[in-house]
């Protein structure tokens, strides 16, 4: 039985281990699946556009030839080596040729030429293609989550340290408050940061990044619809909100996105809000937060605390939390939840 957890499945996606011929990649995360799953290709085939060693089998590919998955994990490179064959999705149809080849696999009855790939969207444990994987001896499940914060420092520092790049202290919480929770997403962002600066080799000196040079290269992620909705609702503008949460909905932003930034920004409140209770002025209460208020916004986040004594937070945060245990549960209508706590939100700000 095989289903990696935590560390070990960053590590088994940077390092192939060759007892493994059937991997199947699966999670919320879709951006973190494909990297992982691009990672342990390109391990065996350097070039996944080669034809003779690259082949991507789609739903319908296996609803016409279940066994043609077997067949093409079995076929020899006509240019000699191993092969890569991926797969996405968990229909029945996948499920039901996944089976066959993990058989055929545990029986032995056949000597593997490639190594199978299966990308998948989110698995209940019940899920009867995660329960496949994870219950063969020659196969192995990677569940991929959503970053946390501690995923996304490590990302961006090892992206940094191959450029040769270094970042300070705010710039490095600036980076993080502001990228979400999709890795695809967050390696986009950071690599357009890299391209911003220019890695050492092009600048031809060290120089560390800083949060200026995070809002200048990143003003877009600043000013998402998940930003506008973050504002609008600490600002108590319901009107403006509703209109912004139906274009979010309409540009398939991510409600748990939406639902962290709230949780930020609420809780970055709160901090400021408790030390000016303890004798801080609130300008120096701002300056201490990590990352610190930007400049540009600092007039908007003085005219949030007016509105938000740290009773009314301490109901906001309650409120949160409530709405992120229920999104948690199985079947919980999320994008309802989040826009009814938005909303709910701004009308306490008012």
């Known amino acids: 039985m095989t289903a990696l957890k935590g560390k070990d499945v960053a590590a088994f996606a940077k390092k192939r281990d060759p007892r493994f011929s ?3 990649i699966y999670g919320p995360d879709g951006g973190s699946v494909r990297e992982r799953s691009d990672n342990l290709a390109t391990q065996v085939v350097a070039d996944l ?8 089998l789609t739903e319908g590919d296996l609803k016409h030839e279940p066994a043609r998955l077997v067949d093409e994990a079995a076929a020899l490179s006509f240019a000699g080596g191993e ?34 790939i299966i ?13 496949l994987f994870e219950g063969a001896r020659k196969a192995a499940a990677l569940p991929c989550y959503e970053d946390g914060a501690g995923d996304i420092r490590t990302m961006i520092s090892d992206a940094l340290a191959a450029e040769q790049l270094t970042i300070t202290n705010d710039a490095m919480e600036t980076l993080v408050a502001s990228l979400g929770t999709d890795r695809g997403v967050s390696r986009s962002e950071i690599n357009k940061l890299i ?47 509703s209109v912004a949460l139906n274009r979010a909905s309409e540009a ?16 970055r409140l709160y901090t400021v809000q408790s030390a ?38 301490e109901r906001a945060i309650s409120h949160l939390m409530e709405t992120e245990h ?11 939840l989040i826009e009814r706590l938005a909303l709910r939100l701004a009308t306490m700000a008012k």
């Open 276 to 313: 000016v209770a303890g004798g801080m002025a609130a300008d120096a209460a701002m300056k201490k937060l990590r990352p610190p208020v930007f400049y540009g916004e600092q007039r908007a986040f003085q005219t949030q605390l007016g509105k938000w004594p740290v009773a009314k937070l």
């Open 195 to 241: 391209l911003f600066k220019g890695p050492k080799d092009v600048n031809g000196q060290e120089t560390a990044i800083s949060a200026g040079d995070v809002h200048a290269c990143l003003t877009d992620a600043f000013q998402d619809a998940t930003t506008e909705i973050t504002r609008l609702t600490a600002a108590g503008q319901t009107r403006s909100l």
């Open 49 to 56: 556009q080669d034809p003779f060693n690259f082949i991507e």
């Open 252 to 267: 398939g932003t991510s409600p748990i996105t939406i639902l962290i930034f709230l949780q930020r920004q609420f809780t």
């Open 22 to 24: 059937a991997i199947l």
């Open 119 to 131: 990308e998948a969207g989110d698995l209940r444990k019940s899920a009867g293609l995660r329960k």
């Open 83 to 116: 092969r890569v064959v991926r797969v996405r999705g968990s229909t029945e149809a996948v499920t039901a040729s996944a089976k066959l080849l993990l058989n055929a696999l545990e029986a032995e009855t056949f000597k593997p030429n490639a190594l199978t």
């Open 326 to 336: 229920q999104a948690k549960q199985s079947g919980a209508p999320i994008q309802e």
